[in-house]
T-cell receptor, first 110, second 115 residues
Framework: GQNIDQPTEMTATEGAIVQINCTYQTSGFNGLFWYQQHAGEAPTFLSYNVLDGLEEKGRFSSFLSRSKGYSYLLLKELQMKDSASYLCAPSGAGSYQLTFGKGTKLSVIP | DTAVSQTPKYLVTQMGNDKSIKCEQNLGHDTMYWYKQDSKKFLKIMFSYNNKELIINETVPNRFSPKSPDKAHLNLHINSLELGDSAVYFC??????????????FGPGTRLLVL
């Protein structure tokens, strides 16, 4: 079975740094995706981690620890447009085995 | 150009009706998916097709029937609509399905409201 846990909501200030945590327990695991979903829109791809460690991509970084079943998404220099839900999604052996968490709704305030 | 498109964007209908949602992707991908996102924003896989063949069929009522006329299209037909079917339905596609790192690209969603 799949069990994915991430905070329901977070609030952060424009220009600040925020870390969104995700813990998972899955029957099969190969890698972990993070997707961003603005209200009323489709999820869009942010990052994919397969190896332990930090992957940096501009203002966004994603970290994975396979042994701990733990990942986080780090957003730097927050902008108002970063207000969205962030979905943690561990992946099994194939892309069809992608399971989404309930998402963390991030609100960026001035 | 829209990569993954869905029609209609909004669908309001009465209980008991039958409706279809269409999805098309112009990315040349082999694999397509249908997801349901309920009011609690939980995104759950329903079906997946690879080259017109069904590869995932999660625990979904058989009132839901996907059809893939070709690998660029995956339509969803729903019979005897119920109140609990109200949700946003997302279509997605990926290059393939056998590698875990295949990124899925989502359509804009179809907002279904059953009255």
């Amino acid at each position: 079975g799949q069990n994915i846990d991430q905070p329901t909501e977070m609030t952060a200030t424009e220009g600040a740094i925020v870390q969104i945590n995700c813990t998972y327990q899955t029957s099969g695991f190969n890698g972990l995706f993070w997707y961003q979903q603005h209200a009323g829109e489709a999820p869009t791809f942010l990052s994919y981690n397969v190896l332990d460690g930090l992957e940096e991509k501009g203002r966004f970084s994603s970290f994975l620890s396979r042994s701990k079943g733990y990942s986080y998404l780090l957003l730097k220099e927050l902008q108002m447009k970063d207000s969205a839900s962030y979905l943690c999604a561990p992946s099994g052996a194939g892309s069809y085995q992608l399971t989404f968490g309930k998402g963390t709704k991030l609100s960026v305030i001035p | 150009d829209t990569a993954v498109s869905q029609t209609p964007k909004y669908l309001v209908t009465q209980m008991g009706n039958d409706k279809s949602i269409k999805c098309e992707q112009n990315l040349g991908h082999d694999t397509m998916y249908w997801y349901k996102q309920d009011s609690k924003k939980f995104l759950k896989i329903m079906f997946s097709y690879n080259n017109k063949e069904l590869i995932i069929n999660e625990t979904v009522p058989n009132r839901f029937s996907p059809k893939s006329p070709d690998k660029a299209h995956l339509n969803l037909h729903i019979n005897s609509l119920e109140l609990g079917d109200s949700a946003v339905y997302f279509c997605a596609s990926s290059q393939g399905f056998q590698r875990s790192q295949e990124t899925q690209y989502f359509g804009p969603g179809t907002r279904l409201l059953v009255l």
